[in-house]
């Protein structure tokens, strides 16, 4: 088991940018973030599979997922927010191969970062 705790939610404004932090008790084959908005499924944002990247069609060109292997950490940053990307961002891991955007092939996730833009 793998144990996750995401940071540096907060809330901005449209335009404004965010990073966000997961630090891992040690990184995995393959480490995402996904977010959840109330009343909406959990979706994948961006994925990390060894050095390969891989971001939601929503999020490409904004987002940038990357990962310190120094310091068992995973990064999102996020520029250009928009008010729908308001949503509790969480931090996931699998030793496992499967399609990255699929939240049910995720063993451990962390407990969440709210993030609020406002328009």
């Known amino acids: 088991q793998v144990q996750l705790a995401e940071s540096g939610g907060g809330s901005v404004q449209a335009g404004g940018s965010l990073r966000l932090s997961c630090a891992a008790s040690?990184?995995?084959?393959?480490m995402a973030w996904f977010r959840q908005a109330p009343g909406k499924e959990r979706e994948g944002v961006a994925c990390i599979i060894y050095s390969a990247m891989f971001y939601a069609d929503s999020v490409k060109g904004r987002f940038t997922i990357s990962q310190d292997n120094a310091k068992n950490t995973l990064h999102l940053q996020m520029n250009t927010l928009k008010p729908e990307d308001t949503a509790m961002y969480y931090c996931a891991a699998t030793d496992t191969y499967a399609p990255w955007w699929d939240a049910a092939t995720y063993n451990d996730w962390g407990q969440g970062t709210q993030v609020t833009v406002s328009s």
């Open positions: 040690r990184l995995t084959a393959r």
